[in-house]
């Protein structure tokens, strides 16, 4: 079972509009987690990190959200471009004896139509 | 800042015939590098990583290789390519295991 579930798996919505994506995980001992963003063809780009006693963090029209207790997050779109079209793929750090394991979910493709 | 470089971007290759893709890192020393493969709608898989010239660790048994002859060269190789081999292929940094970034990518095609 992957460690990482993401879900919508895939949504479109109308350029200008909102839209929240989930990231439910079962990593431990948790370290961070971190919202990525990529493009088709491309590499992944990071948007948020996020540690333990955070709860939320911005980067421009994201919002990343963190709730430790429940193992869950989110990635909140606002106001949606069509250049938000990309695939977002939630990553959660574990910290065990001495080294970083990542766990990588398998994305939300999200598709921003005119 | 720190800049990964990857080559070739896309590549097209026989079944059986060897490969070789090559990451290199500017403005870093000493990071941990990674190869990561992603296939189509499955998450990214992690092949090989190295924390320092000449230490590979491998994560998946499989017909791929991974060296590091250099601090900021990471080169993901194979002998004999199989059809399992393709996908989008993509190599990252991380300082001392902080956030990763990304190469561009290398699609690899095999026929």
């Known amino acids: 079972k992957n460690q990482v579930e993401q879900s919508p798996q895939s949504l479109i919505i109308l350029e200008g509009k909102n839209c929240t994506l989930q990231?439910?995980?079962?990593?431990?001992?948790?370290?961070?987690l971190r919202w990525y963003k990529q493009d088709t063809g491309r590499g992944p780009v990071s948007l948020t990190i996020?540690?333990?006693?955070?709860n939320t963090k911005s980067n421009g029209r994201y919002t990343a959200t963190l709730d430790a207790d429940t193992k869950q997050s989110s990635l909140h779109i606002t106001a949606s471009q069509l250049s938000d079209s990309a695939s977002y793929i939630c990553?959660?750090?574990?910290?065990?004896?001495?080294?970083?394991?990542?766990?990588f979910g398998k994305g939300n493709q999200v598709v921003v139509i005119p | 800042s720190q800049t990964i470089h990857q080559w070739p971007a896309t590549l097209v290759q026989p079944v059986g015939s060897p490969l070789s893709l090559e990451c290199t890192v500017e403005?870093?020393?000493?990071?941990?590098l990674y190869w990561y493969r992603q296939a189509a709608g499955r998450g990214l898989q992690l092949l090989f990583y190295?924390?320092?010239?000449?230490?590979i660790s491998s994560e998946v048994p499989q017909n791929l290789s991974a060296s590091r002859p250099q601090d900021r060269q990471f080169i993901l190789s194979s002998k004999k390519l199989l059809l399992s081999d393709s996908g989008f292929y993509l190599c990252?940094?991380?300082?001392?295991?902080?956030?990763?970034?990304f190469g561009a990518g290398s699609r690899l095609t095999v026929l």
């Open positions: 190295s924390v320092g010239i000449g230490q």
């Open positions: 990553v959660v750090s574990a910290f065990k004896r001495g080294n970083n394991r990542l766990a």
């Open positions: 403005g870093t020393s000493n990071p941990n």
């Open positions: 996020m540690t333990f006693s955070e």
């Open positions: 990252a940094l991380s300082p001392e295991g902080g956030v990763l970034t």
């Open positions: 990231c439910n995980y079962t990593v431990s001992p948790f370290s961070n």
